[in-house]
Nanobody, 127 residues
C-alpha cells in the first residue's frame, strides 16, 4: 500500500516562501504522475503542479506559473513544491497525489485519475 506523507506547511506573510515535501512510501511504478493539489472550504480541489515520477516532464496550472516549482529528490523518494511570491489566495490545504500507470499528460488536472492522496497540509498566507 503506497502512502504519501506531506510536510512543510505553515503560515507566511504575502510575498513569502514555503517549501512542501511529499514522502512516497512504497513501490511506485516508473510511469506515474506525482502532483500537488489544493482546496479551500466550499471549493473543489484544484491541481497545482505535476511531475513524472523519476522523469522530467513537469506541468503547472496557470495561476502558479513563475511562482511555484515542483521537483523530486529521487534518493529520498520525495516530491517537493517550492512556493515563492505567495499571495493571500494561495491559502489552502495542499495535498500530494499519485496517479498510477500514466504520465502527467493533458488530463493531469483531472481528480478522477488520482489513485492516492496524502492527508493534506495547511498553508496560510496572511498579513
Amino acid at each position: 500500500q503506497i502512502q504519501l506523507v506531506e510536510s512543510g506547511g505553515g503560515s507566511v506573510t504575502p510575498g513569502g516562501s514555503l517549501r512542501l515535501s511529499c514522502a512516497a512510501i512504497g513501490n511506485i511504478a516508473r510511469l506515474s504522475c506525482m502532483s500537488w493539489w489544493r482546496q479551500t472550504p466550499g471549493k473543489e480541489r484544484e491541481a497545482v503542479a505535476g511531475i513524472n515520477w523519476r522523469g522530467s516532464k513537469i506541468v503547472y496550472s496557470d495561476f502558479v506559473k513563475g511562482r511555484f516549482t515542483i521537483s523530486q529528490d529521487n534518493a529520498k523518494n520525495t516530491v517537493l513544491l517550492l512556493m515563492n511570491s505567495l499571495k493571500l489566495d494561495d491559502t489552502a490545504v495542499y495535498y500530494c497525489a499519485l496517479a498510477f500507470g500514466r504520465s502527467c499528460g493533458d488530463d493531469w488536472y483531472e481528480p478522477e485519475l488520482i489513485n492516492r492522496w496524502g492527508q493534506g497540509i495547511q498553508v496560510t498566507v496572511s498579513s
